[in-house]
T-cell receptor, first 114, second 113 residues
Framework: EPEVTQTPSHQVTQMGQEVILRCVPI?????FYWYRQILGQKVEFLVS????????KSEIFDDQFSVERPDGSNFTLKIRSTKLEDSAMYFC????????????FGPGTRLLVL | DQQVKQNSPSLSVQEGRISILNCDYT??????FLWYKKYPAEGPTFLIS?????DKNEDGRFTVFLNKSAKHLSLHIVPSQPGDSAVYFC????????????FGQGTTLQVKP
């Protein structure tokens, strides 16, 4: 069964450094999402992406964040200058089209900012 | 932002019995609801969903009930198995599920052998 994959599984970085988290959504899916979960807290929506542009973003998704779909398979989340509070699990999700309501999640990237 | 609430942080049931997990929401715009199962350090795994035009959806041992007037949904697992032990999240979305998902805080289910 096709699944969403994410790399790396773990990333440790110094505060102020840039990180890029990568996701390969299920092929032929058209809608893509990033969520994060800070330890002990809810899963929170960050951004949705369709047709090569952002559909919706949350208050968390400020100018330090950006998303890109550089080719036909990868979907990336970039954090330009990481902060301690960016430490979290980051999840990518995708759905096939406007008729599909189930978002399928990847295994996540654990980001630790020191 | 407490649009989706799971008021029970944990639930413990005996193997073979029914597990009932509850979820409340406040936003009338939500029209698609999902339950996910999650293990530590893994992504949420989809279990079952329900559209607001229905009040019940069943898939094997899992049944989701939706009470729109009470803005309440529940997940029933019958019979419960030790492998069901995990954190269960309910999530809600407007726009038929293509919009952002709003998650509850999660309920940790422990099924004892």
């Amino acid at each position: 069964e096709p699944e969403v994959t994410q790399t790396p599984s773990h990333q440790v970085t110094q505060m102020g450094q840039e990180v890029i988290l990568r996701c390969v959504p299920i092929s032929n899916h058209l809608y893509f999402y990033w969520y994060r979960q800070i330890l002990g807290q809810k899963v929170e929506f960050l951004v949705s992406f369709y047709n090569n542009e952002i559909s919706e973003k949350s208050e968390i998704f400020d100018d330090q964040f950006s998303v890109e779909r550089p080719d036909g398979s990868n979907f990336t989340l970039k954090i330009r200058s990481t902060k301690l509070e960016d430490s979290a699990m980051y999840f990518c999700a995708s759905i096939p089209d406007r008729d599909g309501g189930t978002q399928y999640f990847g295994p996540g990237t654990r980001l630790l900012v020191l | 932002d407490q649009q989706v609430k799971q008021n029970s942080p944990s639930l413990s049931v005996q193997e073979g019995r029914i597990s009932i997990l509850n979820c409340d929401y406040t936003n009338s715009m939500f029209d698609y609801f999902l339950w996910y199962k999650k293990y530590p350090a893994e992504g949420p795994t989809f279990l079952i969903s329900i559209s607001s035009i229905k009040d019940k959806n069943e898939d094997g041992r899992f049944t989701v009930f939706l009470n729109k007037s009470a803005k309440h949904l529940s997940l029933h697992i019958v019979p419960s198995q030790p492998g069901d032990s995990a954190v269960y999240f309910c999530a809600a979305s407007p726009y038929g599920g293509t919009g952002k998902l709003i998650f509850g805080q999660g309920t940790t289910l422990q099924v004892k052998p």
